[in-house]
Each structure stands twice: as C-alpha cells, then as structure tokens.
C-alpha cells in the first residue's frame, strides 16, 4: 500500500481500523489459529494460558540468540525479553535504544512504527525515568486539544503471527497489542 493510504488486512480492521500505511506480514499456517476465538470462556482461556506459558518457558530455555550478523555485527552479546499476556495487554507508545528482534512465538500481536524523525510530534515524556515514553498511551485515543500535531503522524501497521519475526531499529516508537494470549521474546543489542 501507498504510505498514506494503507491498513491492515479487512480480516484485521476490526483490532485498530485507523491506518495511514502499513506492512502486510503473510499469515502464518499454523494450528493455533483457533487460539483468537474470542468466544472462549475465562476457564479455557486459563487453561491455554497455562499450558501456553510452558511452552513459552521451555521455549526461553531452549533459545540461543541469533547469530550477529548486518546492523548487530560486533554487537554485545543480546539482552532478551520475554513478554507474555492474555489479549488485549498492551505496551504503550514508546521506542528503545537498542536494535530489537521482536520475535513472535505464540499468539498475535497488532504493532503500529513511527519514524523516530517524527519524535517531536509523538510528544515524548520530557523528565523522570520515563524519556523514552510517549505522553501519548493508546495512539486510537489521543486528545487531540493536547497533542494537536499527532493526527496527522505517518506511521506503519502491522499483525505480527506466531513464528514471524520484525526488526526494529533503534529509537523508532511502537505501540503494541496482544490480539490473542501471546508470548513474544525480544533480543536487543546495543
């Protein structure tokens, strides 16, 4: 799609229908498609969520970092993250200071990018620990008699599906959406 003009995919409108460009991931075949029933009652979704959080930990246990090769050559060895929660958990709009390979492991994840060249219009907390957040929590819902100059933001969209991996660089912003119970590992060099 045209920056500008984009969005994710029809299947994906109804998780955050606004879109100004975006990146379509091709869909990941997989037998957990059935995980995002939005129907499932609170015992089977904890029952999931258990069982999911055991793969997830053998999963950290059983994870080597990827080799250190383009942009992370000469790098330091990764710190890595995980990140797991039932649907709906999100990470508000913010950037960080390392290369990230965002790995995705179960579940999806709608991710929205903005170019760090358009930091002074994301409103970026100015004092205390948190300078590498946004003012700006949920990118769908800001005031815009605060934060005027958001609106009109380029960004880029897109769901990220189990066993799909995004790279994003240093200092560009992301807002993050689990779609589904998710378990993410993140592996950041300086």
């Known amino acids: 799609d045209e920056a500008g003009k984009g969005g994710v995919a029809d299947e994906d409108a ?9 990146i379509n991931c091709p869909k990941a075949q997989s037998a957990d498609s ?11 979704a904890l029952t999931k969520s258990d069982a999911q ?5 053998g999963f950290v246990e059983d994870t080597s970092p990827p ?8 790098a330091t060895q990764p710190q890595i993250n995980a990140w ?9 709009l913010h950037h960080d200071r390392y290369h990230n390979l965002f790995v995705q492991v179960l579940g999806s994840k709608y991710i ?20 590498v957040s946004s003012q700006i929590i949920d990118p ?9 100059l958001f609106a009109q933001t380029p960004y880029l969209d ?4 189990r066993g799909e991996v995004l790279y994003i660089p240093p200092h560009w912003w992301h807002f993050v959406e689990s779609r589904e119970t998710s378990f993410s590992v993140s592996f950041w060099w300086m």
């Not at 059935?34 to 089977?44: I, K, M, R």
């Not at 080799?67 to 000469?74: D, L, T």
């Not at 797991?84 to 508000?92: D, E, K, L, Q, Y």
């Not at 929205?112 to 948190?130: E, K, M, N, V």
């Open 34 to 44: 059935q995980a995002g029933d939005a129907e499932t009652n609170l015992a089977d």
């Open 67 to 74: 080799q250190q090769k383009g942009v992370c050559e000469g």
């Open 14 to 22: 109804r998780i955050r229908p606004r879109a100004s460009a975006s």
């Open 84 to 92: 797991f929660g039932p649907a709906g958990t999100v990470s508000p």
């Open 112 to 131: 929205r990018l903005y170019d760090p060249r358009h930091s002074c219009h994301l409103y970026p907390r100015t004092a205390g620990l948190h300078t």
């Open 53 to 57: 959080a055991s793969q997830a930990a």
């Open 140 to 148: 769908d819902d800001a005031d815009d008699s605060r934060f005027p």
């Open 158 to 161: 897109l769901i990220l599906r």
